[in-house]
């Protein structure tokens, strides 16, 4: 059996003009049996549909904020960089790869991304509407806060843990959570940490980082295997 192949959603550099990618993304992937790739930035229909085929799944990787437009709010002062053309090109990916149910990890952005083009909605800062620090300073391998894993989910099925320690990096979060998603994980503050899509075959995203861990943490080892199992 061949190793899948994994589409990976690019980060944005405006001031340089360039696509970009953390290499954690790439090796967490090539180390545990799949061939990564980074995805272009690209809005054609007919792109979008071959990668989606070529691709045995994807992963909305970190990285700029989501345009609060979005989710019908304006952007305020707290809100940071955005990419509107990045923000594009995940919703017509996101509904094509959920038409051919193909798997789907979100890490951070990537969740925030997932729960919006499903109809939710975001805090634009933790910091300023709920008082909440879940940014830390690097390095990014090390444990920032616990997360409560939730019974009879995807995550407590992979992880058979009840809690976890979690590495973070974030200021915004899930705010009203998608109809079509469902909760796996809380942090102890109660910000929304993992959520997951019960009616298909692998939607799962965490807030927090597996890809900056997962040499010496084994929750985050056994999620991104997880992904890529589905993958085959």
């Excluded at 909605?121 to 090390?142: M, R, V």
């Excluded at 909760?183 to 927090?208: N, R």
Aim: net charge neutral.
């Amino acid at each position: 059996m061949k190793n899948p192949i994994i589409g990976i959603v690019p980060l944005y550099d405006e001031y340089r003009d360039s696509y970009w990618m953390l290499p954690g993304y790439m090796t967490c992937l090539e180390d545990n049996g799949a061939v990564p790739i980074m995805l272009p930035l690209t809005t054609n229909d007919k792109t979008i549909d071959e990668l989606v085929d070529i691709c045995d799944g994807f992963l909305f990787s970190g990285g700029h904020d989501v345009n609060p437009r979005l989710y019908n709010e304006k952007k305020n002062a707290d809100c940071q960089n955005i990419c509107i053309k990045r923000d594009e090109m995940e919703k017509i990916l996101f509904n094509k790869v959920i038409e051919k149910d193909k798997p789907i990890l979100g890490i951070c952005r990537g969740l925030q991304i997932i729960n919006v083009l499903l109809g939710g909605n975001l805090y634009q800062d933790l910091g300023n509407e709920l008082g909440i620090l879940h940014k830390q300073k690097p390095p990014y391998d090390k444990s920032f806060h616990k997360v409560d894993i939730i019974k009879d989910t995807p995550l407590y099925d992979i992880l058979n843990k009840d809690k976890i320690d979690v590495n973070s990096c974030h200021h915004q979060a899930v705010k009203e959570l998608s109809n079509r998603l469902k909760v796996m994980a809380v942090s102890e503050d109660k910000v929304i940490e993992g959520v997951y899509m019960k009616d298909k075959k692998f939607v799962l995203a965490v807030q927090w980082h597996p890809e900056c861990n997962y040499k010496k943490e084994e929750t985050s080892v056994k999620i991104i295997k997880e992904f890529i199992n589905k993958c085959k």
